[in-house]
């Protein structure tokens, strides 16, 4: 079993401030982990994802997560927000091994970039 | 050209009525998937279809039928519409979805079903 919690459902961030999106999951196996970001009546973009190696992981836009085991925590920070930030992101963990239709989602997390 | 493309993007219907959305997918991808996004943004896997094997996540009702001509189009045909299956309805591909899960996938722009 794998479950996701997103700690807060919005986030409002002044423009040039550090982002930092919380991502907790539970999973009874090793994990892959990733970071996926809707934006406006768009489908939803791969930002990044945790497989195996390096627990920092680099994504588009700035973005990176890094993967704790012991906290059992994914979190998605980028150093300076953008006003082209503003967006719906998405947290989701699958059990390594099995098919990519066993993703369990988060919630979301509404990012808002205040000029 | 857009990888993942759903039609149509609005749908506004009433209630027992029949509907279909239509996917369509140019990467190549040997995987599809129909994802239903909630009002609360809770995103659910509804199929999955791989080389005609369908899954269905149990909690799906049967009034819902997915429908694949070839590898490249995921259709999702809706009998008998009830006011619970307004959402946001997404299709989405990944090029080997069974082999090791962490495949990208790739979404459609969604489909808004309102039922009334």
């Known amino acids: 079993a794998q479950s996701v919690t997103q700690l807060g459902s919005h986030v409002s961030v002044s423009e040039g401030a550090l982002v930092l999106l919380r991502c907790n999951y539970s999973?009874?196996?090793?994990?892959?982990l990733f970071w996926y970001v809707q934006y406006p009546n768009q489908g939803l973009q791969l930002l990044l994802k945790?497989?195996?190696?390096?627990?920092l992981v680099k994504g588009i836009n700035g973005f990176e997560a890094e993967f704790k085991k012991s906290e059992t925590s994914f979190h998605l920070t980028k150093p300076s927000a953008h006003m082209s930030d503003a967006a719906e992101y998405f947290c989701?963990?699958?059990?390594?091994?099995?098919?990519?239709?066993?993703?369990?989602f988060g919630s979301g997390t509404q990012l808002t970039v205040l000029p | 050209d857009t990888a993942v493309s759903q039609t149509p993007k609005y749908l506004v219907t009433q209630m027992g009525n029949d509907k279909s959305i239509k996917c369509e997918q140019n990467?190549?991808?040997?995987?599809m998937y129909w994802y239903k996004q909630d009002s609360k943004k809770f995103l659910k896997i509804m199929f999955s279809?791989?080389?005609?094997?369908?899954?269905i996540n149990e909690t799906v009702p049967n009034r819902f039928s997915p429908k694949s001509p070839d590898k490249a189009h995921l259709n999702l045909h809706i009998n008998s519409l009830e006011l619970g299956d307004s959402a946001v309805y997404f299709c989405?591909?990944?090029?080997?979805?069974?082999?090791?899960?962490?495949?990208?996938?790739?979404f459609g722009s969604g489909t808004q079903l309102s039922v009334l």
């Open positions: 999973s009874s196996v090793p994990p892959y």
């Open positions: 989405a591909s990944s090029q080997d979805g069974v082999r090791t899960g962490n495949e990208k996938l790739f």
């Open positions: 279809y791989n080389n005609k094997e369908l899954i």
């Open positions: 990467l190549g991808h040997d995987t």
């Open positions: 989701a963990v699958g059990p390594r091994g099995v098919s990519a239709r066993q993703l369990t």
């Open positions: 945790y497989t195996t190696g390096a627990t």
